[in-house]
């Protein structure tokens, strides 16, 4: 019997989860995604081809692994199909890699409205959500008022559709939100029409009998761990458990069956949307590593936010995670850098903190603790003593306070820019 091993983000999102679960991919017959929806941009680079994943698992490019999409995702059925077409257009049929849970919750066009609306109305208090329903499609699942997937096949799906349309309608009045709320009707049933073309699964036996099978299957997160809906920076987080936990629900897995966790970060962070962030640099250091590292958002194209690597976050999300194995991205980066440095502590109001607070305001601030940038071009190395002192001092420091090895190191994004150690 196998263990589901789960692979997630540890930051704000946008770690490089699509090139690690792409790589590792290759050693899994099943990947399966447990959470969120298109508010996922999962970038795929290989041999001279980019693909952004958004509610397709990152396996999708492995030849003989099989795609799941769980019950715990949202499922918009238009950004599906547009994303399918894609898939297809580079040479692969969809719907022979792809099975999806029935249980997986629909997002309608109005959810995508209704995120709208609620964003127009918040004011200042914008969650810079990425507009794409998740939000308002959880609320509906945990009221229980949600269309699943499953439910495409019973004969009074459209009378069903309608009625949660109509309560839909009301809200966005309420809200005075101006929209043409039907634009979107006849595309999302031709797209349901689509997924029903798929394998529609129970997801909790497809998967539990993989692992039985003695088949491998690799979760995979969308966003990270301080997005996280319990934990993450609230109000400002996506609308699902992004931590381990997530997976067990989110595919009727259960605890005692999780395996290796690979916990990704970049060896800076940023931050794509409003809320809290410590470390962010508004100077040209900030600049520079928005430019290097092109932190800009693949759904929205929104300008990343960007700073210093926080290790007090990091430590937060490895516990909650209980992360065995880390995986650092982009610290390529960071080639050109005199110094680097890593938050190893808050100060709050003049008292030295190693907590992440409840509260994360102005009055929270980085201690640093600097180290020698090493100034080379690491992109070419794939055997670890080749790298120069100064990086290995970085990643021997990350790994002492986080009390787990970084057993990969991406260089660059391509597949082949990888080192395992
Ligand atoms: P991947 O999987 C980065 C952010 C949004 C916003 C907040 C809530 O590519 O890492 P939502 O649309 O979920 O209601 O937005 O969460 N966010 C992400 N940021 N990467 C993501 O996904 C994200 N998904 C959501 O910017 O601040
Ligand atoms: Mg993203």
Redesign the pocket.
Known sequence: MKKLDVVLGLQW??EGKGKVVDVLAGRYDGVARFQGGP????SLYFEGKHFVARSIPSGIFREGSINIIGNGVVLDPIEFQEECGKVAAMGLNPQEKIVISKKANLILPTHRLLDAANEAAAGKGKIGSTLKGIGPTYTDKISRHALRVGDALAPDFKARYEKLQNRHIKELQNLGFECDPHAEDEAWFAAMEFIKGFKLVDCEYYVNDMLANDKSVIAEGA?GSMLDIDFGTYPFVTSSNTTVGGCCPGLGIAPTKVGSVYGIFKAYCTR?GSGPFPTELFDETGEEIRQLGHEF???TGRPRRCGWLDLVALKYAVMLDGVTDLIMMKADILNTFDTIKIAVAYKINGEIVDHFPFEVDDNVEPVYKEFKGWKKDICAVRDYNEFPQEFKDYVAFIEKETGCPISIISVGPDRDETLVR
């Open positions: 999102g946008d508010n996922a941009g999962h966003q794509v958002g693949a759904v």
